[in-house]
Antibody, heavy 125, light 107 residues
Framework: EVQLLESGGGLVQPGGSLRLSCAAS????????MSWVRQAPGKGLEWVSA????????YYADSVKGRFTISRDNSKNTLYLQMNSLRAEDTAVYYC??????????????????WGKGTTVTVSS | DIQMTQSPSTLSASVGDRVTITCRAS??????LAWYQQKPGKAPKLLIY???SLESGVPSRFSGSGSGTEFTLTISSLQPDDFATYYC?????????FGQGTKVEIK
């Protein structure tokens, strides 16, 4: 059974930093792309960042580009999100999600499959 | 960025009703669309991927259809466990974008 367990959330002041971790189990971690998705209080879902299985390709939402860095350690089955220069609008529950592959006309596309329970990040003074 | 627009934003229905939620993309996304269900305080759960493929373990009363820019999620006979918020999401192009959500409430 696929399990994803996020950690590292907490209260941080504006301008501060935080590193989120996501421990994965139940599947061959290195074979799968992964994403972070967040949800601000009372709001909808916002995709934040994604990384390929090898870690060689990364993608970011414009709202976090230049401030957040996604990475992974396949030897530890762990996904990370380094968050710098945090702002009040980064306050949200952050979910770690594994991605599954769909082939369409010889091109792979990746949809989000299993979600972790989330970790809460609060940016406030 | 591709904009995803869901309608309605809120839907009031009774147990046993047939429910349809629509999702429109601002440009063609082929069949790269997923539907998720989220209950309060819980993580989202995948229901449908590739526009119409039912995720393993999801009840057959859920179905998806569409391609290009117009998609629908249908619940054939609403059950008490189905009252939740539903999101569509395109994964054709980065950034991956979600619809704003449709809350299905008890009538």
């Amino acid at each position: 059974e696929v399990q994803l367990l996020e950690s590292g959330g907490g209260l941080v002041q504006p301008g501060g930093s935080l590193r989120l971790s996501c421990a994965a189990s139940g599947f061959t971690f290195s074979n799968y792309a992964m994403s972070w998705v967040r949800q601000a209080p009372g709001k909808g879902l916002e995709w934040v960042s994604a990384i390929s299985g090898s870690g060689g390709s990364t993608y970011y939402a414009d709202s976090v580009k230049g401030r957040f860095t996604i990475s992974r350690d396949n030897s530890k089955n762990t996904l990370y999100l380094q968050m710098n220069s945090l702002r009040a609008e980064d306050t949200a529950v952050y979910y770690c999600v594994d991605e599954r592959e769909q082939w369409l006309e010889y091109t792979p596309y990746y949809y989000m499959d299993v979600w972790g329970k989330g970790t809460t990040v609060t940016v406030s003074s | 960025d591709i904009q995803m627009t869901q309608s309605p934003s809120t839907l009031s229905a009774s147990v046993g009703d047939r429910v349809t939620i629509t999702c429109r993309a601002s440009q063609s996304i082929s069949s790269c669309l997923a539907w998720y269900q989220q209950k309060p305080g819980k993580a989202p759960k995948l229901l449908i991927y590739k526009a119409s493929s039912l995720e393993s373990g999801v009840p057959s009363r859920f179905s998806g259809s569409g391609s290009g820019t117009e998609f629908t999620l249908t619940i054939s006979s609403l059950q008490p466990d189905d009252f939740a918020t539903y999101y569509c999401q395109q994964y054709n192009t980065y950034p991956k974008t979600f619809g704003q959500g449709t809350k299905v409430e008890i009538k």
